[in-house]
């Protein structure tokens, strides 16, 4: 039986990350340690992410609030929507969205820039001077994409939050402190927790599959945007995958 060309090379890029997956876990832990290059990448991560994450946060606080109070009202319940706000977004909607955006900022710039240095053999000049490309360009990104990601959706967070307090103040006229202190009574650390550990492993997959797609990219410019497109859509599938094993475990676990 012939399997179709698309499913066959699904199956053997997942086999190539893995390998390459376990070949990160072995450099990461090996001398030498690239630490000026990984706080570079960091600022960079960070900084390029920084008013992406902001404008999303602030829409989706904003736009979850405008939608969502009309249907409280109609049932006396708007006194909730701080509370249904802040679980929603902290749990599910902060992480999965952001990451997302971050997906579409990082994951097509990294798979890009490494495409290109393949193609112009940036990267083999680097490996006959010595030097080696893998830790200094793969193993900096995407450490530093595993510890920016959750900073930038507690930050994400934070200001969907106010986003959402705005509205309120608006429509409801609800004071700051009254808001807020409703969020936080209706927060726990199982909600927190659990959304911020699954975070870590979002920045990992996007950095990961950005990398592998631009380490590995085909010769020509062509091979180059091709990187970054299925970076950005191998990384994005990804995430729904983590996400759904995450609740699925959180789920199990606080059943206990």
């Given amino acids: ?52 994450v902001t404008v999303t946060g602030l829409i989706i606080g904003l736009v979850i609030t405008l939608q969502t109070r009309p249907t409280l009202e109609e049932f006396g319940a708007e006194s909730w929507m701080p509370s249904m706000v802040s679980l ?100 726990e650390f199982s909600d927190l927790i659990p959304a911020t550990i699954k975070t870590i492993f979002f920045g990992f997959a996007i950095a990961l599959v950005g990398c592998f797609k631009g380490y590995n990219c085909d010769k020509g410019t062509v091979g180059v945007g091709a990187a970054a497109n299925s970076a950005v859509v191998f990384s994005s599938m990804l995430l729904f995958i983590l996400d759904f094993i995450a609740v699925f475990i959180t789920d199990i676990f606080f059943e206990l």
């Fill in 1 to 52: 039986m012939n399997v179709p060309k698309g499913v066959s090379s699904f199956f053997i890029d997942i086999g190539e990350l893995t390998l390459f997956t376990k070949r990160f876990f072995k450099a990461v832990f090996t001398r030498p340690f690239e630490g000026k290059e990984l706080i570079r990448q960091c600022y960079s991560i960070g900084n390029r992410s920084l008013l992406l």
């Fill in 88 to 187: 929603s977004i902290i749990r599910e909607i902060g992480p999965v969205i952001i990451a997302l955006t971050f997906a579409g900022r990082i994951a097509s710039g990294i798979g890009a820039e490494l495409g290109s240095m393949r193609v112009t053999e940036q990267i083999d000049a680097m490996e006959v001077s010595g030097t080696n490309p893998f830790k200094f360009l793969v193993v900096t990104r995407i450490v530093a994409a595993t510890l920016m990601l959750p900073l930038l959706v507690l930050l994400g967070d934070a200001i969907a939050l106010f986003g959402s307090y705005i509205v309120e103040n608006i429509k409801g006229e609800v004071s700051f402190v009254l808001f807020f202190n409703k969020v936080f009574n209706a927060l």
